[in-house]
């Protein structure tokens, strides 16, 4: 069974560029979770989808968004790119149960320069 | 407000030295707890999920316990390629899943 795909997996770009990061979840999972990891702030969630819908939210600013698609496939999204954005970006996927462990992808390792 | 706080932050043991990891927790509704292992440069890889309190779990050198206000992964006999950070996480209500800031150990041959 195919794991969490995330693509890609490097990405460099400037400031004040926007980014589109994609996930895959495991086959038949709904729900889609999005993390940012940084050495000070270790792993803060973004935001979560189920069914294309987006069940909660972390403390980030609008720059951040995203969407999830009718095959559970999900998209984050980064506008007016800045230098503390530079960080790895995880994606999870779970069943639909609210209490079931989400599985990661390897995650993309995102630079802002 | 919600919180996940792992001790310590760092752990070094010698090959064989067992020794635990704490995950203490406040949240409202408790959904689950869960453990992972992240290697450097790669996304966490799923542990173990607890429930209620008084649960265990056992996976080869590493074995997780939940209380009302904590959990430990114990580790025993543990070998160099049992050196990760070890991150615990909590589902609370409201969709929302809270981790802690890891603890990183280190396994010396």
């Known amino acids: 069974k195919a794991g969490v795909t995330q693509t890609p997996r490097y990405l460099i770009k400037t400031r004040g560029q926007q980014v589109t990061l994609s996930c895959s979840p495991i086959?038949?999972?709904?729900?889609v979770s999005w993390y940012q990891q940084t050495p000070g702030q270790g792993l803060q969630f973004l935001f979560e989808?189920?069914?294309?819908?987006?069940?909660n939210k972390g403390n980030f600013p609008g720059r951040f968004s995203g969407r999830q698609f009718s095959n559970s496939r999900s998209e984050m999204n980064v506008s007016t790119l800045e230098l503390g954005d530079s960080a790895l970006y995880l994606c999870?996927?779970?069943?639909?149960?609210?209490?079931?462990?989400?599985?990661f992808g390897q995650g993309t390792r995102l630079t802002v320069v | 407000e919600d919180q996940v706080t792992q001790s310590p932050e760092a752990l070094r043991l010698q090959e064989g030295e067992s020794s635990s990891l704490n995950c203490s927790y406040t949240?409202?509704?408790?959904?689950?707890l869960f453990w992972y292992r992240q290697d450097p440069g790669k996304g966490p890889e799923f542990l173990f999920t607890?429930?209620?309190a008084g649960e265990e779990k056992e996976k080869e050198r590493l074995k997780a316990t939940l209380t009302k206000k904590e959990s430990f992964l114990h580790i025993t006999a543990p070998k160099p390629e049992d050196s990760a950070t070890y991150l615990c996480?909590?589902?609370?209500?409201?969709?929302?899943?809270?981790f802690g800031a890891g603890t990183r150990l280190f396994v010396k041959a």
């Open positions: 999870a996927s779970s069943s639909a149960g609210e209490g079931t462990e989400a599985f």
């Open positions: 086959s038949g999972h709904r729900s």
């Open positions: 989808y189920f069914s294309e819908t987006q069940r």
């Open positions: 949240v409202s509704g408790l959904r689950g």
């Open positions: 607890l429930y209620s």
């Open positions: 996480a909590v589902r609370a209500g409201g969709f929302k899943t809270i």
